[in-house]
């Protein structure tokens, strides 16, 4: 089973990234950033593994780029807020 068959899995890397960089010092604009850019990725190059994925990349796919970095934001501070 791959990281993007399970959304839990999947919240629970995106957590362990998260707090790896905070502790590298990136700030959370950053990371935000860097969260926006993966998820650009995975909606354009990754094929969706689950119901959860799909949804994401539904709604990216018909959201403006500003609602892809809120997107992106809340992801990051959903996993942020399972510490």
């Keep these: 089973m791959t990281i993007l ?10 957590s362990n ?4 960089a905070e502790k590298l010092g990136m700030d959370r604009e950053t990371i935000s950033e ?3 850019q ?11 593994q689950n119901e959860q994925e799909r949804l ?3 709604l990216w796919s ?4 500003d ?3 809120t997107m992106a934001n809340l992801m990051v501070k ?3 807020s399972n510490k």
Excluded: T
Excluded at 38 to 48: E, F, H, N, S, T
């Design 5 to 14: 068959e399970n959304f839990d899995q999947w919240k629970e890397f995106l």
């Design 17 to 20: 990234r998260v707090h790896q």
């Design 34 to 36: 860097l969260a926006y």
């Design 38 to 48: 993966i998820g650009d990725y995975l909606a354009k190059d990754v094929d969706p």
């Design 56 to 58: 994401l990349a539904d």
């Design 62 to 65: 018909v959201a403006s780029e």
């Design 67 to 69: 609602e892809q970095r």
């Design 78 to 80: 959903l996993v942020d």
